[in-house]
């Protein structure tokens, strides 16, 4: 069992990234999922496989409100910067990206091995 946050990035239906959070710290809190493309359908699949990463049999789910993405292909780039804020500290239920300098702004963090929270309104 994790003794602090957890913060996981899965790879979901073979076409979508999505950020799942758990705090196992404050006992009976759900699994915070971070989806950009979010369509209220959580597949048993998806919620197998959480649970078995994470080692808990019966976990409860939520999503938050986060920005959603525009197109089919940003969604990775998107948990990249809801698990770079949430490190931050931010509350990335009330950020809003500037979608087009975010893929920039990753190549620049990576150029110089510093990440940096991604450009916001």
Known sequence: MFEK???QYLYINMNHWILASLDPIITHTPCILYDSKYDKILCENTTLKISKLLNIDHLNYMY????????QSQCGLFVIAYVVD???NLNVEK????VYKMRQHLRNCL??????S???I
């Open 86 to 88: 949430i490190a931050f």
């Open 95 to 98: 950020l809003r990206y500037v």
């Open 118 to 120: 991604f450009p916001k």
């Open 111 to 116: 150029n110089a091995k510093y990440i940096t």
């Open 5 to 7: 946050k957890c913060l």
């Open 64 to 71: 938050a409100n986060v920005m959603q993405q525009s197109n």
